[in-house]
């Protein structure tokens, strides 16, 4: 299994705190059957979290000789989680946020307000080259309150990465009930963790979470998303 979404490399975002806990988490993915992960800090212009990409290879590289070292074979890959912005393709330009496999760009958005102009940013991502992923559809209000807004950004060419854990309710009955309803109307491309801690309910529940996705997706619905998931970093 392939994960597209976390937050693993060390002091860098909210993620992992240390390299002991990268460590922890990359252990406990490994046990549940991870075998690439692409590593995605949150890039937030304006704020401490936008480590550039020569600071975040470097990083990624420490990790994975740590991983290694310490026995674990996960391989890592390198993105970002974009935090919308009018200027993202201009982060991207300069070196300071990463595309995943220098095309995919995964971007998140505020959870309760919406953006005026966000048709203008996914039309710019995608003249000049790149595929824009929402990360985690579900958790925003105005998905929440009207499903069609999910179906009108896909047809602008916005894919969409739900985390696995907000169909046992990580984030509340809201989220749940959203991927719910994308999963049953065929509107998720991609899964993701979303990982931020060692310490978490995401590795018991992760056994319910793939049953429960698969039960409400279906079986061939279910394998696509996880063939389309992996198609990312080949
Ligand atoms: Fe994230």
Same mark, same amino acid.
């Given at each position: 299994m392939i994960d597209i979404h976390s937050h693993i490399l060390p002091g860098i975002d909210d993620g992992s705190k240390s390299m002991d806990e990268s460590l922890a988490i990359l252990k406990q993915m490994e046990e549940l059957g991870f075998t690439d992960i692409v590593c995605t800090p949150h890039y937030i212009e304006l704020t401490t979290f936008?480590?550039?990409?020569?600071?975040?290879?470097?990083?990624?590289? *420490? /990790?994975?000789?740590?991983a290694k070292k310490a026995g674990i074979s996960i391989k890592l890959h390198l993105g970002n989680e974009i935090f919308v912005s009018r200027d993202i393709v201009k982060f991207l330009e300069k070196k300071e946020a990463m595309p995943i496999n220098k095309k995919y760009v995964l971007f998140e958005l505020p959870f309760t307000t919406e953006i005026k102009n966000l048709?203008?940013?996914i039309f710019d991502i995608k003249v000049n080259g790149y595929t824009p992923i929402l990360a985690h559809p579900e958790r925003y209000l105005m998905i929440q309150k009207d499903i069609r807004v999910a179906k009108m950004l896909k047809e602008k060419g916005v894919k969409l990465q739900c985390n696995y854990s907000s169909i046992t309710g990580q984030y509340g009955k809201?989220?749940? *009930? /959203?991927?719910?309803?994308?999963?049953?109307?065929g509107l998720v491309d991609y899964l993701g963790s979303d990982i931020h801690r060692a310490k978490h309910s995401f590795y018991g529940d992760f056994p319910k979470m793939l049953k429960r996705i698969k039960r409400i997706a279906g079986e061939s619905y279910f394998e696509k998303i996880e063939k389309d998931t992996a198609s990312l970093i080949k």
């Open positions: 936008r480590a550039n990409n020569t600071k975040k290879q470097e990083l990624l590289r *420490k /990790t994975q000789a740590a048709g203008d940013i809201k989220p749940m *009930k /959203t991927m719910k309803k994308l999963l049953k109307n």
